[in-house]
């Protein structure tokens, strides 16, 4: 079946550092690539999103590429800060009618110290 | 803009007990979802709704319920209270099934079973 993987956390970094998660994926047809925000205390929000192959998703200062060669979607920020510090998952979509709809990574920690 | 709703924020149970976790949204969605998140396992999808009178079982349905008598609530019920169903769940919906369409997800309920 369908799955993701994300890299372990925890990941640490200092304020203004680069940022990069790395998220692959398996998947049979062509998945909508999503990257999701949790904030402590709080539900997961869109983060941003990539319908098709080379597509860019981007969103407050985030990108991440829809690499279909390398089946990857790695998330990055060019200058990470405290108010970044969250839980970031990686989830593909499933077929139409798939009772999975929604795949998901195990997640990553992010903390960034001032 | 008030979204996916979820109540109680935090609940304790003891096994054996029963309760029902509410949901709704007020952007006229198809879909709805129930999730629940368990450390390191990322999301999984418990039941789901394509729309009113209309449910199915996701990945791991076993030991709940679900009802969707409108348009605008997606109830989770648990029938007996385990200790294994310590989680934090979460609810979701989209407008359609379209694979392009991201999730919308409230804020979650923090469940323990003692």
């Known amino acids: 079946g369908d799955s993701v993987t994300q890299m372990e956390g925890p990941v640490t970094l200092s304020e203004e550092a680069f940022l990069t998660i790395n998220c692959t994926y398996t998947a049979t047809g062509y998945p909508s690539l999503f990257w999701y925000v949790q904030y402590p205390g709080e539900g997961l929000q869109l983060l941003l999103k990539a319908t098709k192959a080379d597509d860019k998703g981007s969103n407050k200062g985030f990108e991440a590429t829809y690499r279909k060669e390398t089946t990857s979607f790695h998330l990055e920020k060019g200058s990470v800060q405290v108010s970044d510090s969250a839980v970031y998952f990686c989830a593909l979509s499933e077929p139409e009618g798939s009772a999975r709809q929604l795949t998901f990574g195990s997640g990553t920690q992010l903390t960034v110290l001032p | 803009n008030a979204g996916v709703t979820q109540t109680p924020k935090f609940q304790v149970l003891k096994t054996g007990q029963s309760m029902t976790l509410q949901c709704a949204q007020d952007m006229n969605h198809e879909y709805m979802s129930w999730y629940r998140q368990d450390p390191g396992m990322g999301l999984r999808l418990i039941h789901y709704?394509?729309?009113?009178?209309?449910?199915d079982q996701g990945e791991v349905p076993n030991g709940y319920n679900v009802s969707r008598s409108t348009t605008e609530d997606f109830p989770l019920r648990l029938l007996s209270a385990a200790p294994s169903q310590t989680s934090v769940y979460f609810c979701a919906s989209r407008p359609t099934p379209k694979r392009y369409q991201p999730q919308h997800f409230g804020d979650g309920t923090r469940l323990s079973i003692l």
């Open positions: 709704s394509v729309g009113a009178g209309i449910t």
